[in-house]
């Protein structure tokens, strides 16, 4: 035969379509956000709140800066109510992946016993979370926090920008919001003014699992479907296990109501008092990748906090919180 | 399908007070399911509250309590909702006065804007000011929505007054890509499924233009263009640097430039978490190292050697103004472009367009919601693009360095000292005014799949693409010769064949040539519908038509095959002595000669017809094909 051989004949390609998943695009934006806070803060942080969705995004922490480590800190604000899953959880994934963990809490109110059944939800929330991380974020001199907060969430978060002002209390201004156009984002802060960071905020919670799925990405087991000993209370089930957190000791009221063992799971994870289980048979992450989709209720159901008005999450993130 | 291999579509809604917008999107979301019970039954107890009959879908998407309050939109809010074949991210952006700026600010990221006009108000001074926004920022796809059709007995009249009104006025904008669409968003007629009150309209339903209209062809894949965002370097032997590909691919071993040093080098690896990659391209995030220690940082620029951008520090630009201070030339502001943070003061007010009447008339200064042209003066260089060429490297904000505040966008037209005055109102394209607006699509009766089972093969379109004499004609016929003799189902397109009756029409300029090729492959496009191995034979020298025939087909099943010879070899063999021709200038825009070729950067397959036998290739081309499955293995005679 003359000339080379066939397979030399056509220059084969492993053709590249060039077309990149819709998890991918996301992903890359994600990617894209944390590498302009990391260069444009001089002490940027990430809040790190143990769920599902500050995984995914200690995750694209990872990917946006590898195979460098993640060049800021993690920085949960504790109330001390969250399930033993959760601490234990972020203990080990913080160990396991070699990043900084900070970790804060309002001792003052803990030890006053700041409870949402003798102060009421919202303020309980103000001190505990609000007040915790205003203080937390002013005492590390932190100018720009990174959240896992989604704009599909809620409807006030479906406003907020991804890279939103905060004035020196913490507050945020919803009618005074900077444009955001392209992908340039303004970064520039004055004097003791600081700015949230959502580079989730195009993210669903179904993109969230799938996330999980495709990436192998650790979680707090108590997301997982589980047999476990509840009482029922307005719609919400309340493990027994944690009854002595959601009620004040001498108002147990379980010989009243009827213990059942359901099989259950968490669908988000807030403190022990204001989270409820929602039933469930999801034992892995298909299961409730299968139940999202069918989901006939949005993923803050089980919330407590957000349920006492109807712009009250507004309010809170006016305040300061997400 | 798995979620995570659906497509992405962004798309920016817009209207005037009243015109219904919130309801469409409620609608939206409610038919395709992405309204949770809990939500429902939140508005559902509101409408309650308020009195209404019906349950008000609008009350879904008003956010903030000041806006419940006053029932209106202040700002621009995303929503999220997903189909079997998409994802949709909504920016919903209120269509007030006033607004204007939230209207751009929604509009920069989306490949299709929804305009909704009233049908009862006809054309509003506020929807030709929406149609302007978005041929500003070059949306690629408009759909004008005409609601309320229900309040005018869904009256065919109304609708075709209105649609003949706003296309007058569109045409006198650079839009690419316009359709109309009659619905009522209360009733949902033609928002999701086709309206029965409406015989007369023979066009798609909102949602199934949606989800299937195509954007990934309008991302620029060709020119590289990579801003850096942020060294990485983990330690002394690694140093990365990490960006977005903002157009265009790059791979481990291209030649490279960095702006604004000048400095060369090639590409070592393409680093990511997951792995190196071959090839990296629009929109990834990535991290790239280079074989030589060049210094380079945040605010430059890596391209290809071949391929640059423009720089320059004087530069002209369409400016939206945002903020409540008017723009002044006495103040320096800060200037993001890209990675690249410059400081930037505006040297000349060209004119300011009155968008209601698109004349433009003098100005000293913008005030909020102004729009005009004007040239920019930096402080150092910055690299970039044409807006309409490259929206990732056209487009700035700038800030004021007082208070921070995000006070104007921008849209590069070019380098200033060069560039002409730009003809304004460049018209809607031939093919657009030869567009039946009253298509029907209506799916194929027996769809391609079944056509497939039976011929026993896959169908496929090959498309040979090199210059006169390379010896395309000569690969296709033998190669559709084998084929046909296995059995399998082909059919040749031969470029001389279609220019003699169904493009008998066209010429040889640029243009003609582009439209030749658009024909050509929507021919191929039929025959590929029936089941055929469809092998086209055409110069196509331009990169871009060729990008487009590519977007027509499914991917794996589309095969650019480069016909590559020495243009010396061509002019020798010149079968129909065309060069000859060419050379004494009898034939004007002579591809080679007079006209250029552009070499397709990425094709499946190259062959070299000086190098190698016609039945060499054929023979590599066939297990190309059995390698990808299109077809079982063929043994050549």
Known sequence: ?322 | MESAEKSLLRFTTTGSVDDGKSTLIGRLLYETKSIYVDQYEAIKKTSKRKGLKDVDLALLLDGLAAEREQGITIDVAHRYFETPRRKFIIADTPGHVQYTRNMVTGASTADCAVILIDARNGVLTQSKRHGFIVSLLQIPHMIVAVNKMDLVDYSKEVYDRIVSEYQAFSDKLDIHDIVFIPVSALKGDNVVEKSANMPWYEGTTLLHYLENVHVSADRNLVDFRFPIQYVVRPHLDFRGFAGKVVSGTIGPGEEIVALPSGKTSAVRSVVTYDGELQEAFAPQSVVLTLRDEIDVSRGDMIVRRNNLPQVSSRFEAIICWMDEKPLSMADTYVLKHTTRTVKAFVSRIIYKIDVDTLHRGQASSFGLNEIGRVEIAAASPIFFDPYKLNHGTGGFILIDPLTNQTVGAGLIRGVSKTLEEVIEGEKKDEVQQRRSPHAVWSGWNIPREVREDRNGHQAAVLWLTGYSGSGKSTIARRLERVLFDAGCQSMLLDGDTVRHGLCGDLGFSAKDRTENIRRAGEVAKLFFEAGKIVICTFISPFAEDRAFVRSLFPSGRFFEIFVKCDLDVCKRRDPNGLYGKAMVGEIKEFTGISSPYEEPQHPECVVETDLHSVEDIVGALLRQLEKDGIIERIYLS
Request: charged share 30%; hydrophobic share 35%.
């Open chain 1, 1 to 322: 035969m003359r000339g080379p051989g066939p397979t030399s004949v056509v220059r084969s390609a492993e053709m590249p379509s060039y077309s990149l998943s819709y998890l991918k695009q996301l992903e890359s934006e994600s990617m894209y956000i944390m590498r302009e806070v990391a260069a444009e803060f001089k002490n940027p942080v990430m809040l790190y709140s143990v769920g599902k969705d500050s995984s995914v995004m200690v995750r694209i922490a990872q990917k946006a800066f590898h195979p460098a480590k993640i060049p800021f800190p993690l920085m949960h604000v504790d109330t001390g109510f969250k399930f033993p899953e959760m601490y234990a959880f972020r203990d080990g994934f913080c160990r396991d992946i070699d990043v900084t963990l900070i970790v804060e809490r309002n001792e003052e109110w803990i030890a006053k016993g700041c409870h949402p059944l003798k102060m009421g939800v919202d303020k309980c929330c103000s001190y505990l979370k609000t007040g915790a991380l205003l203080e937390a974020l002013n005492k590390h001199g932190f100018d720009a926090a990174i959240g896992g907060a989604r704009r599909e969430e809620e409807k006030s978060r479906a406003k907020e920008r991804v890279f939103s002002l905060r004035d020196r209390f913490g507050q945020w201004d919803p009618k005074n919001q900077r444009p955001e156009l392209w992908d340039l984002y303004n970064t520039r802060i004055n004097e003791g003014e600081s700015v949230r960071v959502f580079p989730l905020s195009n993210w669903t919670e179904q993109d969230i699992w799938q996330y999980i799925k495709i990436e192998k990405i650790p979680i707090v087991p108590i997301y997982f479907a589980l047999e476990r000993e509840v009482i029922r209370r307005q719609g919400i089930l309340i493990p027994v296990s944690s009854c002595s957190l959601v009620e004040d000791s001498n108002q147990l009221k379980t010989d009243e109501e009827k213990i059942e063992t359901v099989s259950c799971r968490f669908r988000s994870l807030g403190c022990i008092p204001c989270t409820g289980a929602i039933p469930s048979r999801a034992s892995v992450i298909d299961d409730i990748i299968g139940e999202v989709r069918a989901a006939k209720k949005s993923e803050r159901e089980n919330r407590v906090i957000d349920l006492t008005s109807d712009s009250s999450m507004e309010q809170k993130k006016k305040e300061g919180y997400f």
